[in-house]
Protein backbone atom coordinates (compact mmCIF):
# COMPACT_ATOMS: atom_id res chain seq x y z
CA UNK A 1 0.00 0.00 0.00
CA UNK A 2 1.33 3.49 -1.08
CA UNK A 3 -0.41 6.86 0.11
CA UNK A 4 1.10 10.43 -1.64
CA UNK A 5 0.83 13.26 -0.34
CA UNK A 6 1.29 16.41 -2.63
CA UNK A 7 0.26 20.15 -2.55
CA UNK A 8 1.71 21.68 0.04
CA UNK A 9 3.66 25.01 0.40
CA UNK A 10 4.33 28.22 1.53
CA UNK A 11 0.99 30.66 1.57
CA UNK A 12 -0.15 33.98 2.80
CA UNK A 13 -2.97 33.95 5.36
CA UNK A 14 -5.96 34.10 3.43
CA UNK A 15 -4.40 31.96 0.86
CA UNK A 16 -5.97 28.55 -0.31
CA UNK A 17 -4.25 25.05 -1.27
CA UNK A 18 -5.37 21.41 -2.35
CA UNK A 19 -3.74 18.87 -1.33
CA UNK A 20 -3.85 15.48 -3.05
CA UNK A 21 -3.62 11.63 -1.82
CA UNK A 22 -2.71 9.24 -4.52
CA UNK A 23 -3.55 5.54 -3.41
CA UNK A 24 -2.25 2.70 -4.80
CA UNK A 25 -2.33 -1.20 -3.73
CA UNK A 26 -5.25 -1.21 -1.68
CA UNK A 27 -8.92 -1.07 -2.85
CA UNK A 28 -9.45 2.44 -2.99
CA UNK A 29 -13.82 2.26 -2.68
CA UNK A 30 -13.79 0.50 0.00
CA UNK A 31 -11.37 2.73 2.04
CA UNK A 32 -12.15 5.91 4.48
CA UNK A 33 -9.43 8.42 4.22
CA UNK A 34 -8.32 10.75 6.80
CA UNK A 35 -6.08 13.97 6.71
CA UNK A 36 -4.38 14.71 9.97
CA UNK A 37 -1.69 17.17 10.35
CA UNK A 38 1.20 17.43 13.15
CA UNK A 39 3.59 20.07 14.36
CA UNK A 40 6.86 19.29 16.26
CA UNK A 41 6.21 17.47 19.60
CA UNK A 42 2.65 17.51 19.50
CA UNK A 43 0.12 14.83 18.19
CA UNK A 44 -1.22 14.17 15.37
CA UNK A 45 -4.63 16.28 14.59
CA UNK A 46 -7.15 15.07 13.10
CA UNK A 47 -8.54 17.31 10.55
CA UNK A 48 -10.77 15.83 7.83
CA UNK A 49 -12.23 12.14 6.82
CA UNK A 50 -14.54 10.75 4.43
CA UNK A 51 -15.59 7.32 4.19
CA UNK A 52 -16.33 4.80 1.65
CA UNK A 53 -19.90 6.27 1.31
CA UNK A 54 -18.67 9.50 0.84
CA UNK A 55 -19.95 11.21 4.34
CA UNK A 56 -17.52 13.36 5.28
CA UNK A 57 -16.29 14.50 9.00
CA UNK A 58 -14.29 17.41 10.30
CA UNK A 59 -12.87 18.69 13.03
CA UNK A 60 -14.37 22.00 14.32
CA UNK A 61 -11.50 24.47 13.22
CA UNK A 62 -11.45 23.61 9.93
CA UNK A 63 -14.89 23.06 9.62
CA UNK A 64 -16.69 25.23 7.04
CA UNK A 65 -12.86 26.27 5.30
CA UNK A 66 -11.41 22.59 4.28
CA UNK A 67 -13.33 20.26 2.13
CA UNK A 68 -12.28 16.64 1.61
CA UNK A 69 -13.42 15.06 -1.28
CA UNK A 70 -12.31 11.56 -2.94
CA UNK A 71 -12.45 10.51 -6.49
CA UNK A 72 -12.35 6.79 -6.98
CA UNK A 73 -11.88 6.74 -10.47
CA UNK A 74 -8.52 8.19 -9.95
CA UNK A 75 -8.14 6.77 -6.54
CA UNK A 76 -7.46 9.93 -5.48
CA UNK A 77 -8.09 12.17 -2.27
CA UNK A 78 -8.43 15.97 -1.31
CA UNK A 79 -8.54 18.64 0.25
CA UNK A 80 -9.23 21.78 -0.19
CA UNK A 81 -8.18 24.30 2.30
CA UNK A 82 -9.35 27.78 2.03
CA UNK A 83 -9.08 30.89 4.19
CA UNK A 84 -5.43 29.59 5.46
CA UNK A 85 -4.62 30.72 8.87
CA UNK A 86 -1.18 30.51 10.61
CA UNK A 87 -2.28 28.00 12.98
CA UNK A 88 -2.99 25.86 9.85
CA UNK A 89 0.74 25.65 9.45
CA UNK A 90 1.81 21.50 10.20
CA UNK A 91 2.86 18.57 8.47
CA UNK A 92 -0.47 17.24 6.63
CA UNK A 93 -0.60 13.66 6.24
CA UNK A 94 -3.41 11.59 4.33
CA UNK A 95 -3.93 7.83 6.03
CA UNK A 96 -6.26 4.93 5.17
CA UNK A 97 -8.35 2.21 6.63
CA UNK A 98 -10.68 -0.40 5.21
CA UNK A 99 -12.55 -1.11 8.38
CA UNK A 100 -12.26 2.28 10.67
CA UNK A 101 -15.50 2.64 12.79
CA UNK A 102 -17.20 5.68 12.93
CA UNK A 103 -16.40 6.54 16.62
CA UNK A 104 -12.55 5.89 15.59
CA UNK A 105 -12.52 7.69 12.68
CA UNK A 106 -10.98 10.90 14.35
CA UNK A 107 -7.88 8.85 16.16
CA UNK A 108 -4.73 8.34 13.90
CA UNK A 109 -3.79 5.14 15.62
CA UNK A 110 -6.61 3.51 14.42
CA UNK A 111 -5.80 3.88 10.52
CA UNK A 112 -3.66 0.91 9.49
CA UNK A 113 -2.30 2.99 6.51
CA UNK A 114 -0.08 6.35 5.81
CA UNK A 115 1.50 8.30 3.40
CA UNK A 116 4.71 10.90 3.71
CA UNK A 117 3.63 14.13 4.95
CA UNK A 118 3.79 17.17 3.15
CA UNK A 119 4.55 20.82 5.05
CA UNK A 120 1.83 23.52 5.07
CA UNK A 121 3.41 26.96 5.95
CA UNK A 122 0.96 29.95 6.46
CA UNK A 123 2.86 33.17 7.08
CA UNK A 124 0.70 35.93 8.83
Known amino acids: VQLQASGGGLVQAGASLRLSCAAS????????FGWFRQNPGKEREFVAAIRYSGTTHYADSVKGRFTISRENAKNAVYLVMNNLKPEDTAVYYC???????????????????WGQGTLVTVSS
Open 25 to 32: GLTFSRQT
Open 95 to 113: AADPSIILSSIRVFRQYDY
